[in-house]
């Protein structure tokens, strides 16, 4: 009934995100950790090329180069310059690549039919439903998730009993890929979208709980001895001191396994659905539309990118006070 | 000297651990009465903090036991109020809300814990810096508003755990005069760890000095020195008479502490 047709989900990113889960989640490795798995290959190859051309350039910039210092921060506007420059690059490799010739359309179209097709596919082929079906199963999925591992992660984190009873279960059910369970889903819940939202709950819950249980779990034992003698019991030193101490860090958490449970969703879709972006991704495969399937990728980094945005917004509004002296 | 509100029996800590069991604090009487001002002086790692641990509920004794008002301690309380050497202020609030923070858990009403915040804030001179939070304020200042939200809670006792150690000797010297101002005004009844034997002086009415490890009260001595005590004091021949004591007493018990990890 399933055969593995079209691009199989890459247990790489899987394997890779693993890693890092276990370290607390600083600032600027959640970033790094964000764009990894999702930006791996296509960056490193033009990246590679970037390198070559500034060394050609001359000496002047090889000398600014040479005068960065470790940690030295960036100009606000200096940092954004950089960051849209690579795009900018980015695209002008795949332009080089596509318009010169060097690749066949049949692989990889060019960028201005890729915006083309793209245009076609949401004024003609309805593709905005595609993304919307998309962008709710994701929000449903996750929102499912992270309400059930908030209470189990706190718990958890809180209390040590109960760490010890879940830990060992939850360490070995967060490195269950979801993909490989969309058979057994399927075979449960059929192609609908309960099957999809499945798909996202198993591969961003038992991550939620684990780093979740981590971060209340590193709550600064002075804090809690201090809250004791200001007259806290041990229910008000969780409600009190853990949940608002970790709840940045949850926030940061959240964040993160958002990004997840994109690529859970298109994996999902790619196998037995009849809407949303990684369904277009499998219909153009068949008509080996190079065009729409990049289209369909750079909206779900787009979406990505912009949902990440929001968040860390939201986490800086919402908690004013993690954001001094960093 | 009245009865004592809080009374220390037999009290001691063995620390079991991997390399075998380590006497920390041997058996300890101590009696504090009500308005005392006790520092506890002595080497670092001779069981001073583990003492007031105990007090503050946060340890519990091998054996003994520590009363106050005549009730057994057996957990910490709001009664005992406790300034840490860390900063211990909770960064998600701001300076008046980690002042509230133990009202708050009192159940007292907004504006009520409020007018007692300002009070306290008040006191330990942070008035205008309310809604700054801990990561904003120098090391002084945040133990200044530690300071408050210890004395906002009314604790029949003020427990401090070498709080001045990690700042700079000039603003630890003005912490010093502003917790006796405090202290005299308020006459709570202090019991104050240190390792610093002018902090000790300038401030109690009586010095305890403890030996080396394990642990035991070595000295026991009335400040001759009375409230209101101004800075000065820190030159005058009765300071330095005991100053010279406690140093030799103390000086000792490094030694002793040296030896025994040499040996």
């Known amino acids: 009934m399933v055969s593995h047709a079209g691009p199989r989900p890459s247990p790489l990113p899987k394997a890779e995100r693993a890693d890092f889960t276990l370290a607390p989640v600083g600032r600027g490795q959640g970033r790094d950790g964000d764009f990894e798995p999702h930006a791996a290959s296509p960056s490193s190859g033009s990246g590679l090329q970037a390198g070559a051309r500034t060394a050609g350039e001359g000496s002047s910039a090889a000398r600014r180069r040479l005068q960065m210092k470790p940690l030295e921060p960036v100009a606000p506007h200096r940092r954004i310059a950089l960051g849209v420059a690579f795009f900018v690059l980015f695209v002008l490799v795949w332009a080089a690549v596509t318009f010169g010739g060097f690749v066949s359309k049949t692989f990889l179209a060019d960028p201005l039919t890729m915006l083309r097709s793209g245009w076609t596919l949401l004024a003609e082929m309805n593709f905005a439903y595609d993304i919307g079906m998309t962008v709710w199963r994701v929000l449903g999925g996750f929102v499912i998730a992270a309400a059930l591992a908030l209470p189990l992660g706190v718990a958890m984190g809180a209390y040590k009993p109960i760490e010890a009873f879940f830990e060992p279960f939850v360490s070995f059910a967060r490195y269950l890929p979801a993909s490989a369970f969309i058979p057994l889903l399927i075979l449960w819940a059929g192609i609908g979208e309960t099957q999809k939202l499945a798909v996202i709950f198993i591969g961003a819950f038992f991550n939620l709980v684990l780093m979740i249980a981590v971060a209340v779990g590193n709550t600064r034992r002075d804090l809690v001895e201090a809250a004791y003698t200001l007259g806290c019991d041990h229910r008000g030193v969780v409600r009190r001191v853990l949940i608002p101490g970790a709840a940045p860090e949850i926030a940061e958490i959240l964040r993160m396994v958002l990004g997840w449970a994109w690529t859970y969703v298109i994996v999902a879709e790619l196998i037995g659905a009849s809407s949303g972006i990684g369904h277009m991704i499998t219909d153009s495969q068949a008509l080996l539309a190079t065009d729409q399937i990049i289209f369909g990728i750079i909206v779900i980094g787009l979406i990505g990118l912009a949902s990440d945005l929001l968040f860390k917004l939201g986490n800086r509004r919402l908690f004013p006070w993690a954001q001094i002296g960093r | ?206 010095v305890v000095v403890m030996s080396a490890r394990p642990g035991r009260i070595k000295l026991d001595r009335p400040v001759p020195l009375g409230y209101p005590r101004h800075y000065s004091v820190k030159t005058s021949p009765p300071f330095a008479a005991l100053k010279a004591e406690l140093m030799e007493q103390v000086r000792a018990e490094v030694l002793a502490a040296q030896q025994a990890v040499v040996a």
């Open chain 2, 1 to 206: 000297m009245s009865a004592p509100i809080l009374s220390i029996r037999g009290v001691s800590r063995r620390f079991t651990s991997a390399h075998g069991d380590t006497l920390a604090l041997e058996a300890t009487d101590l009696d504090v009465a009500e308005n005392d001002f006790i520092t506890i002086l002595g080497p670092s790692g001779c069981g001073k903090s583990t003492l007031l641990r105990i007090v503050a509920g946060l340890d519990r004794p091998s054996a003994g036991e520590v009363q106050l008002d005549g009730r057994r301690i057996e957990e910490p309380g709001a009664d005992r109020g406790m300034v840490f050497q860390s900063y211990t202020l909770f960064p998600w609030l701001t300076v008046r809300d980690n002042v509230c923070f133990g009202l708050r858990e009192r159940g007292l009403a907004r504006a009520e814990q409020l007018d007692v915040a300002q009070a306290f804030i008040g006191k330990v001179g942070l008035t205008g810096f309310e809604q700054h939070y801990p990561k904003q304020l120098s090391g002084g200042m945040q133990q200044r508003t530690a300071l408050a939200r210890a004395l906002a809670n009314q604790p029949r006792m003020l427990l401090m755990d070498e709080p001045f150690g990690a700042l700079d000797h000039q603003t630890r010297e003005l912490m010093q005069e502003l917790l006796l101002g405090i202290w005299e005004a308020e006459r709570k009844t202090v019991l104050f760890v240190t390792h610093d034997i002018d902090e000790a002086v300038f401030m109690a009415n009586r």
